[in-house]
């Protein structure tokens, strides 16, 4: 059982939603993951940092985050955390008051948003947005605002249908929209009762954030919003369709990037024009160089001739030498990438070197500082 130290309110027939005079000042960013499946990308950079079009990818939240509204955020962090405040500073330079709270020991989801709850400035019945670290996505934050404030809920929660849903746990809701269950990952047809599930950006009324157990590890997906939601709290669900991607894997990653680089996910951080490809200042390409499908070329980055990039991203002060094939991969900072080499759907560490005449594909990994020596490793004849 749930135990809650301040209850939320719950509208029904005695109650009457609030009128929707709470304006969105702030949010809480969760950005505290040790991005696992990511690796090598996240070795030397958490998961958030990881350039994704020319930026940190944090980069591109906190301007969505700008964008609806929002003038103070809190950044939960724990791995790497020191990276984060020499980068973003006090938030100036993006229009926003930045605080960053360092968990010492790993709290979950819930448990991270309520070790930050010091830091809000909120009023207990305020709106706070609270979103994941590693979720892209074109959602209408201002219209979950709205969508939280006209129905009075407790906490609103943003949802987006996906054709295969049983990856991950569902959340049916009734005719209103109000969230009715949360199903854990559908093992049987018959248990897939909606396309609906949690896409990872959620208002809070603050006083229920004040009401998270604050000495223990929480899961807010599988202890408090259904803990709330046994308790008769109102939790409210927006389906927003647009455009979303879960960045947790480097072929998502990949994808993400070319996609804001494309304009297919909207972002007001991208540091250039939307199209095929994405060149950063102090990057060099050769003239005949092909680039295509959302390739982001980082500072001081080389790209040889006849080089053909297609779906990529090559980070700061990387080298691709000439005649290179690179599709849907991530070459990481200062890498090296020898002649006539082919990825293929692969991720190379920042600092590693793999030599000419290579065909690496498939999700392939190469360790950060690694070094592959020329035609150590194909899939295809040698002729």
């Given at each position: 059982m749930y135990v809650r130290e301040r209850g939320p309110r719950t509208t029904g027939p005695e109650t009457t939603p609030r009128s929707g005079d709470h304006t969105?000042?702030?949010a809480i960013l969760l950005v505290g993951g040790k991005g696992t499946r990511l690796r090598p990308l996240t070795v030397r950079t958490p998961k958030p940092m990881v350039p994704a079009a020319g930026v940190p990818f944090l980069t591109h939240q906190l301007a969505r985050a700008r964008a609806a509204g929002v003038e103070h955020v809190v950044l939960a962090t724990s791995y790497l955390a020191?990276?984060?405040?020499?980068?973003?500073?006090d938030g100036s330079a993006l229009g926003l008051s930045l605080e960053y709270v360092t968990e010492r020991d790993p709290l979950g989801t819930g448990g991270a948003i309520r070790n930050v709850a010091s830091r809000l400035r909120s009023g207990p019945d305020d709106p706070v947005l609270v979103f994941n670290g590693d979720i892209l996505t074109g959602l209408d934050i201002r219209a979950l605002v709205a969508t939280h404030s006209a129905s009075g809920a407790d906490v609103s929660l943003h949802l987006t249908r996906v054709a295969d849903p049983r990856?991950?746990?569902l959340v049916p809701t009734d005719a209103d929209g109000r969230v009715t269950a949360f199903l854990e990952k559908p093992q049987t047809p018959e248990e897939i009762v909606t396309d609906q599930i949690n896409a990872g950006a959620y208002v809070f009324r603050r006083s229920v954030i004040d009401s998270i157990p604050g000495d223990r590890p929480v899961s807010v997906e599988r202890e408090t919003f259904p803990g709330l939601l046994a308790d008769g709290a109102h939790l409210q669900g927006m389906v927003d369709s647009t455009y979303w991607l879960d960045l947790g894997t480097p072929a998502a990653f990949v994808r993400g990037s070319a996609d804001l680089v494309l304009g297919r996910a909207p972002s007001p951080a991208l540091p250039g024009r939307c199209g095929e490809r994405l060149v950063l200042p102090g990057a060099s390409v050769a003239d005949d160089?092909?680039?295509?499908?959302?390739?982001?070329?980082?500072?001081?980055?080389?790209?040889?001739?006849?080089?053909r990039i297609a779906g990529s991203a090559v980070l700061d002060g990387a080298v691709v030498a000439p005649g290179a094939v690179i599709t849907d991969s991530?070459?990481?900072a200062g890498a090296r990438i020898g002649a006539r080499t082919v990825l293929t759907g692969a991720v190379v560490g920042d600092g590693a070197t793999v030599g000419p005449d290579n065909e690496l594909r498939d999700g392939v990994r190469v360790w950060c500082d690694a070094v592959l020596?020329?035609?150590?490793?194909?899939?295809?004849?040698?002729?």
């Open positions: 969105l000042t702030e020191e990276v984060f405040e020499p980068y973003f500073g990856a991950f746990g160089a092909k680039l295509t499908a959302g390739t982001v070329v980082g500072a001081s980055a080389v790209i040889g001739a006849g080089a991530l070459i990481g020596g020329a035609g150590a490793v194909r899939f295809s004849s040698d002729a």
